[in-house]
Nanobody, 125 residues
Framework: QVQLVESGGGLVQAGGSLRLSCAAS????????MGWFRQAPGKERDFVAAISWSGSSTYYATSVKGRFTISRDNAKNAMYLQMNSLKPEDTAVYYC??????????????????WGQGTQVTVSS
């Protein structure tokens, strides 16, 4: 199996920035699409961003376009989410995911074959 571990969450003031990391281990030889999802208290898990295996294609939720940037480094088995201009409504537990399908599919369906444990992001007003 593939293990995913997120890091980089924390407390930040509105307008600030955070960079989340996701480290993958285990069976990482497949060309997984990867993505980020988030879940706020009392709400469903929402898609945030996804990236193809090569990094050539990226997808973003409309709520984060222009503020968040997803990237990956396959040599390091790592994925990142740079979050700028953070808003209180960005407060959530952020999860990284890997999928054997396409990044676009993750964006449309919320699919993920493997999931991390989540990291808390809290944005104060």
């Amino acid at each position: 199996q593939v293990q995913l571990v997120e890091s980089g969450g924390g407390l930040v003031q509105a307008g600030g920035s955070l960079r989340l990391s996701c480290a993958a281990s285990g069976r990482t030889f497949n060309r997984y699409a990867m993505g980020w999802f988030r879940q706020a208290p009392g709400k469903e898990r929402d898609f945030v961003a996804a990236i193809s295996w090569s990094g050539s294609s990226t997808y973003y939720a409309t709520s984060v376009k222009g503020r968040f940037t997803i990237s990956r480094d396959n040599a390091k088995n790592a994925m990142y989410l740079q979050m700028n201009s953070l808003k209180p409504e960005d407060t959530a537990v952020y999860y990284c995911a890997a999928d054997r399908g396409a990044a676009q599919g993750m964006a449309v369906t919320g699919r993920g074959d493997y999931w991390g444990q989540g990291t808390q992001v809290t944005v104060s007003s």
